[in-house]
């Protein structure tokens, strides 16, 4: 099993920028593929983008794309999520999300870390 642990949010501008993190502990991180998903109120949750294991190859949704970036640091068992150009509509509770190999869905979630951008 891994555990995970969002950090980083807060409130920003609109145009502004924020990091988040997700410390990793438990099980081998690596060997998780990883996801950050959001859920603002009243809506359900939402695909934000992915990683692999190793770091190589990265998916966003359109709605972010060219904006936000997710990287991973296996070594220190940390995922990020950069974003960039923030807009009030990104306005959501951020949660990061690790793969079994085995499993077809996300089987393991943080907690979740609040992010507002105003306008």
């Known amino acids: 099993q891994v555990q995970l642990v969002e950090s980083g949010g807060g409130l920003v501008q609109a145009g502004g920028s924020l990091r988040l993190s997700c410390a990793a502990s438990?099980?081998?991180?690596?060997?998780?593929?990883m996801g950050w998903f959001r859920q603002a109120p009243g809506k359900e949750r939402e695909f934000v983008g992915r990683?692999?294991?190793?770091?190589?190859?990265?998916a966003y949704a359109d709605s972010v794309k060219g904006r936000f970036t997710i990287s991973r640091d296996n070594a220190k068992m940390m995922l990020y999520l950069q974003m960039n150009n923030l807009k009030p509509e990104d306005t959501a509770t951020y949660y990061c999300?690790?793969?079994?190999?085995?499993?077809?869905?996300?089987?393991?979630w943080g907690q979740g870390a609040q992010v507002t951008v105003s306008s």
């Open positions: 999300a690790a793969r079994s190999l085995a499993s077809v869905q996300y089987n393991y």
């Open positions: 438990g099980r081998a991180f690596g060997a998780y593929p």
């Open positions: 990683i692999n294991r190793s770091g190589d190859t990265t």
